[in-house]
């Protein structure tokens, strides 16, 4: 046999050798002692299901199976450590990997996790082993009743384990996140392109990006712009969760088409047309699912060529001797008013609509429970005559309902009785609208709605 047939036959005794090495050797035996070390520095139970030995590729040790307390809190499905081999002859070794498949974490999980980073910090101690990088893939972040993930990230550290940057990207690519130390904080730089919240309102973005600045205990957003919808958002988010949640914040909205997004927001409500708008917001809760009702924003908005489905304001105001009128819409050329969003409710105020062949004014609000309130004051003409009709508002966003208030009808009864229909219905509506604005009367009951056929 020659000499390269001997070093290939040599090779392929080592590389079997290298291979069966790992069904000679047994790691379970160091489970318990490693449980217990990770459950005495975490004050935390800890379990480990298996570990193992593998000598191919490159010598490593994988971990499989481990669980942070007794129930659910962080999960690890397998976590494999590639040692530098030379290393481990020095004083300190050092791992040039550690890989992290299958990780789920929960808020719960973090808070532990932040504590022992910082009482870490305050005692520090000898470096017992160098990590040169981290690799997480397929993790999940779980908080409260909402879910992050599954996304992968890639740590690298420096001398003293501590990160040098952090990227994390969701697995479909949509979204990206750079994260790099600066002193006691962490610049943030996010990119996403057509990515869903995970979160509250399914909103999809065409392009969002967002720099920051944050801290273990809170985040400055300083720099956001957004693609949606047909328009631009721009603008800055402060967050805050050291002991509750917090948010707020301001928007500048420009051109957002709002038949998507209303829908989106509030369900059953049925409005289109391009909104501007600049809100400001804020909301304090101890849980992320609370903040919607605790949120606070207020705004001054502008909506053109748009329409309001589910109501005709000018055949609720020129039918005056029906009940109520629902159904239809109301195309408009603007809409604008002021906004108020506080407990739940909405308070809609300084209403002005307006097109060619229709003027209103009012106020509006909408309770918790989507019941509608209020009042609106609609500009019509009936027989060449001008009016100012006032409309009380009822129903629900689903289905709205539009009723001529008492004077009026009884102003319109009138008129008609005396100078016939349509000439004497106009001027009898117009005196009764005035009687009603002299004496400033409150929205009355809404009638009950007729069985339909």
């Not at 046999?1 to 390269?4: A, D, I, S």
């Given at each position: 046999?020659?000499?390269?047939k001997?070093?290939?036959?040599?090779?392929?005794?080592?590389?079997?050798?290298?291979?069966?090495?790992?069904?000679?050797?047994?790691?379970?035996?160091?489970?318990?002692?490693?449980?217990?070390?990770?459950?005495?520095?975490?004050?935390?139970?800890?379990?480990?299901?298996?570990?193992?030995?593998?000598?191919?590729?490159?010598?490593h040790?994988?971990v499989?199976?481990?669980?942070?307390s007794d129930?659910?809190?962080?999960?690890?499905?397998?976590?494999?450590?590639?040692?530098?081999?030379?290393?481990?002859?020095?004083?300190?070794?050092?791992?040039?990997?550690?890989?992290?498949?299958?990780?789920?974490?929960?808020?719960?999980?973090?808070?532990?996790?932040?504590?022992?980073?910082?009482?870490?910090?305050?005692?520090?101690?000898?470096q017992?082993?160098?990590?040169?990088?981290?690799?997480?893939?397929?993790?999940?972040l779980?908080?409260?009743?909402?879910?992050?993930?599954?996304?992968?990230?890639?740590?690298?550290?420096d001398?003293?384990?501590?990160p040098?940057?952090?990227?994390?990207?969701?697995?479909?690519?949509?979204?990206?996140?750079?994260?790099?130390?600066?002193?006691?904080?962490?610049?943030?730089?996010?990119?996403?392109?057509?990515?869903?919240?995970?979160?509250?309102?399914?909103?999809?973005?065409?392009?969002?990006?967002?720099?920051?600045v944050?801290?273990?205990?809170?985040?400055?957003?300083?720099?956001?712009?957004?693609?949606?919808?047909?328009?631009?958002?721009?603008?800055?988010?402060n967050?805050?969760?050291?002991?509750?949640?917090?948010?707020?914040?301001?928007?500048?909205?420009?051109?957002?088409?709002?038949?998507?997004?209303?829908?989106?927001?509030?369900?059953?409500?049925?409005?289109?047309?391009?909104?501007?708008?600049?809100?400001?917001?804020?909301?304090?809760?101890?849980?992320?699912d609370?903040?919607?009702?605790?949120?606070?924003?207020?705004?001054?908005?502008?909506?053109?060529?748009?329409?309001?489905?589910?109501?005709?304001?000018?055949?609720?105001?020129?039918?005056?001797?029906?009940?109520?009128?629902?159904?239809?819409e109301?195309r408009?050329?603007?809409?604008?008013?002021?906004?108020l969003?506080?407990?739940?409710?909405?308070?809609l105020?300084?209403?002005?609509?307006?097109?060619?062949?229709?003027?209103?004014?009012?106020?509006?609000?909408?309770?918790?429970?989507?019941?509608?309130?209020?009042?609106?004051?609609?500009?019509?003409?009936?027989?060449?005559?001008?009016?100012?009709?006032?409309?009380?508002?009822?129903?629900?966003?689903?289905s709205?309902?539009?009723?001529?208030?008492?004077?009026t009808?009884?102003?319109?009864a009138?008129?008609?009785?005396?100078?016939?229909p349509?000439?004497?219905?106009?001027?009898?509506?117009?005196?009764?609208?005035?009687?009603?604005?002299?004496?400033?009367?409150?929205?009355?009951?809404?009638?009950?709605?007729?069985?339909?056929?």
């Open positions: 046999m020659n000499w390269p001997r070093i290939l036959a040599a090779l392929a005794v080592l590389i079997a050798l290298a291979a069966a090495l790992p069904l000679f050797i047994t790691l379970d035996d160091y489970i318990p002692r490693i449980e217990k070390a990770a459950a005495d520095r975490l004050k935390q139970p800890v379990s480990i299901k298996r570990m193992r030995f593998a000598a191919l590729p490159w010598p040790v994988t499989e199976g481990i669980r942070l129930s659910d809190e962080l999960t690890l499905a397998k976590v494999t450590a590639t040692p530098a081999l030379l290393s481990l002859l020095q004083s300190t070794p050092i791992i040039s990997s550690v890989e992290i498949d299958s990780l789920v974490v929960t808020r719960k999980a973090i808070d532990m996790v932040l504590a022992l980073a910082a009482s870490q910090a305050a005692t520090p101690q000898p017992a082993v160098r990590v040169l990088r981290i690799q997480l893939d397929n993790v999940v779980r908080l409260e009743k909402t879910a992050f993930g599954p996304f992968d990230a890639r740590v690298t550290l001398e003293t384990s501590k040098e940057d952090i990227l994390v990207t969701t697995r479909d690519g949509k979204l990206k996140a750079m994260l790099k130390p600066d002193q006691a904080n962490y610049l943030i730089d996010i990119s996403a392109k057509a990515w869903t919240l995970p979160a509250g309102p399914a909103l999809l973005f065409d392009e969002l990006q967002i720099r920051g944050a801290t273990r205990n809170d985040a400055r957003l300083d720099e956001i712009s957004a693609r949606l919808y047909g328009g631009k958002v721009s603008g800055q988010i967050l805050a969760w050291q002991k509750k949640l917090r948010i707020d914040g301001k928007l500048d909205i420009g051109e957002l088409e709002l038949q998507h997004v209303a829908s989106i927001l509030s369900p059953g409500t049925r409005v289109s047309g391009k909104l501007s708008a600049k809100p400001v917001f804020s909301a304090t809760a101890a849980a992320a609370q903040l919607a009702h605790a949120l606070r924003l207020e705004t001054d908005f502008n909506v053109r060529d748009g329409a309001l489905h589910g109501v005709d304001i000018q055949q609720a105001a020129t039918q005056l001797i029906k009940k109520g009128s629902s159904g239809g109301t408009f050329d603007q809409l604008s008013g002021h906004l969003v506080a407990q739940g409710s909405r308070h105020t300084q209403l002005r609509i307006a097109s060619g062949v229709l003027a209103a004014d009012g106020k509006v609000s909408i309770a918790p429970n989507k019941d509608l309130s209020g009042r609106i004051h609609a500009q019509v003409k009936v027989a060449g005559v001008g009016a100012k009709v006032p409309l009380n508002v009822a129903g629900t966003i689903g709205p309902l539009l009723y001529p208030t008492g004077g009808v009884a102003g319109a009138v008129g008609t009785a005396i100078m016939g349509g000439f004497g219905t106009s001027v009898g509506a117009k005196v009764g609208g005035w009687a009603e604005g002299l004496f400033e009367a409150k929205p009355e009951k809404a009638p009950k709605r007729q069985a339909g056929p």
